[in-house]
């Protein structure tokens, strides 16, 4: 099993930068895909980018493409997202999960970081 944190939550204005980071305990991270995921107030949980075990292989939400990076450092068992031009519908509790192959089911999750977005 894998235990896994998220930091780097916040507030941010608009058009800013945040960087989140997810720390994995236990099980090495270089064993799983890593992800993240969001879920706003009265929306479902979304996919914004996903990332394989080795990093060679990358997803992005059509939503954050262009304007979020995920990127691994497996050394150091942590996952990063990147958010640069952030916007007010990017306001949501952000998660960071593992999961056994990229294309699969994420079954570890962390608590999630709460980012808002003001105007």
């Known amino acids: 099993q894998v235990q896994l944190v998220e930091s780097g939550g916040g507030l941010v204005q608009a058009g800013g930068s945040l960087r989140l980071s997810c720390a994995a305990s236990g099980r090495t991270s270089s064993t799983y895909a890593m992800g993240w995921f969001r879920q706003a107030p009265g929306k479902e949980r979304e996919v914004v980018a996903k990332i394989s075990r080795s990093g060679g292989i990358i997803y992005y939400a059509g939503s954050v493409e262009g304007r979020f990076t995920i990127s691994r450092d497996n050394a150091k068992n942590t996952v990063y997202l990147q958010m640069n031009a952030v916007k007010r519908e990017d306001t949501a509790v952000y998660y960071c999960?593992?999961?056994?192959?990229?294309?699969?089911?994420?079954?570890?999750w962390g608590q999630g970081t709460l980012v808002t977005v003001s105007s």
């Open positions: 999960a593992a999961g056994g192959t990229f294309g699969g089911s994420y079954d570890y």
